[in-house]
């Protein structure tokens, strides 16, 4: 069960990448944070689709190793366009410094810091 929505996972990243290209990377490209809201923006945007279904793509997005590194290091969010939607809160960045030293080690708290 769990390759099957890998599987629909991946699916659904590579159409949103197509339909969203300045804000959906493939798995192994860098990304950029997401808007705080944007699950309501694409359930808008795309009303047929379930809801579990994108609540898991994001779920799985956002909570790669990368994306909680540019969290970490307040990179600015952008919206289903690829535009500027606010910062990184200072709540957020320290969640993603201690979800990264959890992860790896204390060693990456201090380089995630810088």
Request: aromatic fraction near 8%; charged fraction near 30%; glycine fraction near 4%.
């Given at each position: 069960?769990?390759d099957?929505?890998r599987?629909?996972?991946?699916?659904?990243?590579?159409?949103?990448?197509?339909?969203?290209?300045?804000?959906?990377?493939?798995?192994?490209?860098?990304?950029?944070?997401?808007?705080?809201?944007?699950?309501?923006?694409?359930?808008?945007?795309?009303?047929?689709?379930?809801?579990?279904?994108?609540?898991?793509?994001?779920?799985?997005?956002?909570?790669?190793?990368?994306?909680?590194r540019?969290?970490?290091?307040?990179?600015?969010?952008?919206?289903?366009?690829?535009?500027f939607?606010?910062?990184?809160?200072?709540?957020?960045?320290?969640?993603?410094?201690?979800?990264?030293?959890?992860?790896?080690?204390?060693?990456?708290?201090?380089?995630?810091?810088?």
């Amino acid at each position: 069960m769990a390759d099957i929505r890998r599987q629909q996972n991946r699916d659904l990243l590579k159409i949103f990448c197509k339909i969203y290209p300045l804000t959906f990377f493939p798995w192994a490209m860098p990304k950029r944070p997401l808007k705080v809201g944007i699950f309501e923006d694409l359930v808008a945007a795309h009303p047929a689709l379930s809801k579990t279904r994108l609540k898991r793509l994001l779920r799985d997005y956002t909570s790669t190793y990368r994306y909680i590194r540019l969290i970490a290091q307040k990179v600015p969010r952008i919206d289903l366009n690829g535009d500027f939607a606010g910062n990184v809160s200072d709540d957020e960045q320290e969640q993603a410094i201690s979800d990264l030293a959890r992860r790896s080690g204390t060693s990456l708290l201090q380089e995630a810091a810088e």
